[in-house]
């Protein structure tokens, strides 16, 4: 089994591997203050819940493939591969390790690592030119060309801080669930908010989207538009440019980059 984990910014996303399959996922809140041995103890409430893991820590994990926005989660989870996983193969996304991907950037260092692990997984699955937009923290736009290249992106407020700004800086607003209104015309304060939200960010994907497509490659058409994260699916019925929709693109990517440096290690 093989055990992956992207930390993002708001949550951590786990997944559990056995061979290509996904079998077991989870989703938890990330915390830049809890240590290692507090991970530890999440980790072993979490695993020892599937039937194909033992009671113990590590017990039936064959390997571990981690991506991190947070360094300080980073660092806390190094530490837990080493203490409580040992002798467990891991691999840490960070500058040195083998994705596949070249990086055609001002400085490839700036990039985040479930960027560019999200473009080895759209490569592999889909082929480029290719777009995937992530729906996370941030909204991100990654491009990737036709020879499997990550050649940039765009960056944009996701739609959690949209709705936090509005119900922080309105006199008369609050924060509201994101879901989708009866109509697109809001008939209380409530509805105006989730339509602005929803129908706002499917006409900011579908206008991005087109924008880059028409830089990436000659025939815009030929442009594969990948969606992910877990805000993904308030969007997907409105936005007219989505392809395909993979919720556990960034957990695949991860495979495939743990798959590539394992026989180096």
Known sequence: ??????????????GLFDGEDIVEHWRISTDARRT?????????????????????????????AICATVPSVLHELREVTRRYYGDVPAVLVEPGVKTGVPILMDNPKEVGADRII????????????????????????DAVSARGEYVGGVIAPGIEISVEALGVRGAQLRKIEVARPRSVIGKNTVEAMQSGII?????????????????????????TVIAT??????????SSVIDEHEPWLTLIGLRLVYERNVSRM
């Open 1 to 14: 089994m093989l055990l992956t984990i992207d930390v993002g910014n708001t949550h951590t996303v786990l």
């Open 36 to 64: 290692a041995d507090e991970l530890a103890v999440l980790l072993q409430g979490l695993m020892g819940m599937h039937p194909l893991l033992g009671d113990e820590l590590g017990d039936g994990i064959d390997g571990i």
């Open 118 to 141: 999200n473009a080895v997984a759209a490569v592999e699955l889909y082929g480029g030119p290719a777009i995937v937009v992530d729906f996370g923290t941030a909204t991100t736009f």
């Open 199 to 223: 129908y706002g960010f499917a006409g900011q994907v579908d206008g991005v989207v087109n924008r880059v497509a028409r830089e990436l490659a000659e025939d815009p058409d030929d442009v």
């Open 229 to 238: 994260g877990g805000l993904a699916p308030m969007v997907l019925g409105e």
